[in-house]
């Protein structure tokens, strides 16, 4: 896919559709007046606002590099948001922001809210019309469409990015593809700066097998899912776990229960079904509906014939991800699905006993993973009044250093003793956290912070802990194998959508997923048969499944996926 494209061609096209006036996305909001010249007011201030920032909003002691970024010491106004569960210091008692200040010369007058007060104080403030400088929100939403898009609020941000955040645009460049595409909004803007912490992972949840169980049973790796099928059996009757009972769950899943469901069996069938959505991208680059493909089918039969068979936890139905978990916990499951083995409490159950597993579907087939684009969510959003916006951009990405960035996530360099912090390892010059969970009120920002790290900066900078190294590890086994789908599905959701496009597909995939949930609990406890099939397959057809794949269809064509 094309480096660093997918963002700028998501906006060339919606800006393209907007001048032509396509399908009403060139229509501009009756609620923007327009001034004599046929320019909106928006557009008029917005222009100014974006133009004021620099030199003339601090008086000529704008400082584009280096630092000081202001000779005059300015103050900028901060809404943040935090989680409900962080207590934190006065955000003036914090070091690394006053070494900020110090080293910026802006002082910064902030408010802290907790998530849970979040949408309540936002929609306030942005009613009032007293807006701060910038909104500070890794955990709190903003809605970019209304607030930027609709009322112009927000400040579209695109343009200056590479002149005054040089941290943050450095470090996308550093990746094979954009990691903050999906910030574009429908008008092809950005108005918000990315958060991410990367993995440098490639797909979702992984299959693993007891190894254990094939060694006590003398079993090799299954290699098909006539093999495997084989296996699930002697898992159940020929007690692997050597305790004289018939304790065994030979499979383990539930039917919706996220990593641990039904829709993560799938990819086993050639069908790499979306986390969210029951639509994927094939290697055509065409928008497939995964619930009445033949591979659907088959998993389906597959499930039934394990639940006939006893060789699938009878509480596949019912159970949700918790139960699950602790059943995980307890180690005595042959197969599944889960998105890492370590640091997921499951170090003393299936974590000893059981290894990855290569997918592989009827006849010996390949699987087909979904794949996964580590994505940036929106981060941090500047404001309309606001009078500092170069300023605003060159402190943002002050934020994003390397150190400070790490002090105000982890704590203080070289503050081990005190249960917080990073520290450089001798060996390899990168970066270790040394946090050991023992604080109750912290002294710096934590997750809260504008933290951007995308997979290639991170594993540069940061040594991995090993849960993480673990997951990139099957990641790269499984992509070596050619096992993760070619485009992700995570281009459905940077799709260029209209308001009225996405309204239309929230209802439809209400009732699809209804649908889909609903059948798959039948197929799986009562059979699979052509009649029930058919019927399943029709019941799709009334719901116009294909005007609903024609609008993913059409904004995955504009993006011109390489």
């Given at each position: 896919?094309?480096?660093?494209?997918?963002?700028?061609?998501?906006?060339?096209?919606?800006?393209?559709?907007?001048?032509?006036?396509?399908?009403?996305?060139?229509?501009?909001?009756?609620?923007?007046?327009?001034?004599?010249?046929?320019?909106?007011?928006?557009?008029?201030?917005?222009?100014?606002?974006?133009?004021?920032?620099?030199?003339?909003?601090?008086?000529?002691?704008?400082?584009?590099?280096?630092?000081?970024?202001?000779?005059?010491?300015?103050?900028?106004?901060?809404?943040?948001?935090?989680?409900?569960?962080?207590?934190?210091?006065?955000?003036?008692?914090?070091?690394?922001?006053?070494?900020?200040?110090?080293?910026?010369?802006?002082?910064?007058?902030?408010?802290?809210?907790?998530?849970?007060?979040?949408?309540?104080?936002?929609?306030?403030?942005?009613?009032?019309?007293?807006?701060?400088?910038?909104?500070?929100?890794?955990?709190?939403?903003?809605?970019?469409?209304?607030?930027?898009?609709?009322?112009?609020?927000?400040?579209?941000?695109?343009?200056?990015?590479?002149?005054?955040?040089?941290?943050?645009?450095?470090?996308?460049?550093?990746?094979?593809?954009?990691?903050?595409?999906?910030?574009?909004?429908?008008d092809g803007h950005t108005y918000s700066i990315g958060y991410l912490v990367?993995?440098?992972?490639?797909?979702?949840?992984?299959?693993?097998?007891?190894?254990?169980?094939?060694?006590?049973?003398?079993?090799?790796?299954?290699?098909?899912?006539?093999?495997?099928?084989?296996?699930?059996?002697?898992?159940?009757?020929?007690?692997?776990?050597?305790?004289?009972?018939?304790?065994?769950?030979?499979?383990?899943?539930?039917?919706?229960?996220?990593?641990?469901?039904?829709?993560?069996?799938?990819?086993?069938?050639?069908?790499?079904?979306?986390?969210?959505?029951?639509?994927?991208?094939?290697?055509?680059?065409?928008?497939?509906?995964?619930?009445?493909?033949?591979?659907?089918?088959?998993?389906?039969?597959?499930?039934?014939?394990?639940?006939?068979?006893?060789?699938?936890?009878?509480?596949?139905?019912?159970?949700?991800?918790?139960?699950?978990?602790?059943?995980?916990?307890?180690?005595?499951?042959?197969?599944?699905?889960?998105?890492?083995?370590?640091?997921?409490?499951?170090?003393?159950?299936?974590?000893?006993?059981?290894?990855?597993?290569?997918?592989?579907?009827?006849?010996?087939?390949?699987?087909?993973?979904?794949?996964?684009?580590?994505?940036?969510?929106?981060?941090?959003?500047?404001?309309?009044?606001?009078?500092?916006?170069?300023e605003s951009l060159r402190w943002l990405d002050a934020l994003m250093e390397?150190?400070?960035?790490?002090?105000?996530?982890?704590?203080?360099?070289?503050?081990?003793?005190?249960?917080?912090?990073?520290?450089?390892?001798?060996?390899?010059?990168?970066?270790?956290?040394?946090?050991?969970?023992?604080?109750?009120?912290?002294?710096?920002?934590?997750?809260?912070?504008?933290?951007?790290?995308?997979?290639?900066?991170?594993?540069?900078?940061?040594?991995?802990?090993?849960?993480?190294?673990?997951?990139?590890?099957?990641?790269?086994?499984?992509?070596?194998?050619?096992?993760?789908?070619?485009?992700?599905?995570?281009?459905?959701?940077?799709?260029?959508?209209?308001?009225?496009?996405?309204?239309?597909?929230?209802?439809?995939?209400?009732?699809?997923?209804?649908?889909?949930?609903?059948?798959?609990?039948?197929?799986?406890?009562?059979?699979?048969?052509?009649?029930?099939?058919?019927?399943?397959?029709?019941?799709?057809?009334?719901?116009?499944?294909?005007?609903?794949?024609?609008?993913?269809?059409?904004?995955?064509?504009?993006?011109?996926?390489?």
């Open positions: 896919m094309k480096k660093k494209t997918i963002a700028l061609l998501t906006a060339a096209s919606l800006a393209a559709t907007a001048l032509t006036g396509c399908g009403g996305e060139g229509e501009k909001p009756e609620s923007v007046a327009q001034d004599g010249d046929g320019q909106q007011d928006g557009e008029q201030q917005n222009g100014e606002q974006q133009d004021g920032g620099g030199e003339a909003a601090s008086g000529g002691s704008f400082n584009e590099t280096g630092f000081p970024i202001v000779n005059e010491p300015i103050t900028l106004k901060v809404m943040l948001a935090i989680r409900d569960s962080d207590s934190l210091t006065s955000t003036d008692d914090m070091p690394a922001l006053a070494r900020l200040e110090e080293q910026t010369g802006i002082h910064v007058e902030w408010e802290v809210l907790k998530a849970s007060d979040w949408d309540t104080k936002l929609n306030l403030m942005f009613a009032s019309g007293e807006y701060p400088d910038i909104i500070l929100a890794p955990n709190g939403s903003v809605d970019d469409e209304e607030y930027g898009v609709t009322q112009q609020i927000l400040i579209p941000l695109e343009d200056k990015l590479e002149k005054y955040m040089p941290n943050y645009t450095e470090r996308i460049a550093m990746e094979d593809s954009d990691p903050t595409s999906g910030l574009v909004a429908s990367g993995q440098d992972i490639s797909t979702y949840a992984h299959f693993f097998i007891n190894q254990t169980w094939l060694d006590n049973l003398q079993l090799s790796t299954p290699t098909s899912l006539e093999e495997l099928t084989d296996v699930l059996r002697a898992f159940k009757t020929d007690d692997p776990n050597g305790n004289g009972e018939a304790d065994e769950i030979p499979l383990e899943m539930g039917l919706d229960a996220g990593y641990y469901g039904v829709r993560y069996m799938l990819p086993m069938f050639g069908i790499p079904c979306d986390s969210s959505k029951w639509i994927y991208i094939d290697d055509d680059k065409k928008v497939q509906f995964a619930a009445t493909q033949e591979g659907f089918r088959e998993c389906m039969e597959w499930l039934n014939l394990c639940y006939t068979e006893e060789l699938i936890d009878p509480e596949v139905i019912s159970q949700d991800g918790n139960t699950i978990e602790a059943k995980y916990k307890e180690g005595n499951v042959g197969f599944f699905t889960v998105w890492r083995l370590k640091a997921m409490g499951f170090d003393d159950g299936i974590a000893k006993d059981c290894v990855l597993y290569m997918p592989k579907g009827p006849q010996g087939r390949d699987g087909s993973l979904l794949r996964y684009i580590e994505m940036a969510r929106p981060g941090a959003f500047l404001t309309v009044t606001n009078e500092h916006v170069a390397t150190e400070t960035m790490f002090s105000l996530y982890y704590g203080e360099q070289n503050a081990k003793d005190q249960g917080m912090g990073w520290e450089y390892n001798a060996e390899n010059g990168k970066i270790d956290p040394t946090m050991d969970g023992s604080i109750d009120v912290k002294n710096f920002l934590d997750c809260n912070t504008l933290f951007f790290g995308p997979g290639k900066y991170l594993s540069e900078t940061f040594n991995m802990p090993e849960q993480r190294v673990e997951k990139t590890e099957y990641c790269r086994i499984y992509d070596e194998a050619g096992m993760i789908q070619k485009y992700s599905n995570d281009y459905l959701r940077l799709a260029p959508l209209t308001a009225e496009q996405l309204q239309q597909i929230d209802l439809k995939e209400t009732d699809i997923a209804n649908a889909v949930k609903e059948n798959m609990a039948n197929f799986i406890t009562q059979g699979v048969t052509d009649e029930n099939w058919d019927a399943f397959v029709k019941l799709f057809e009334g719901m116009d499944i294909e005007s609903y794949l024609k609008i993913f269809q059409d904004a995955i064509d504009q993006m011109d996926l390489d």
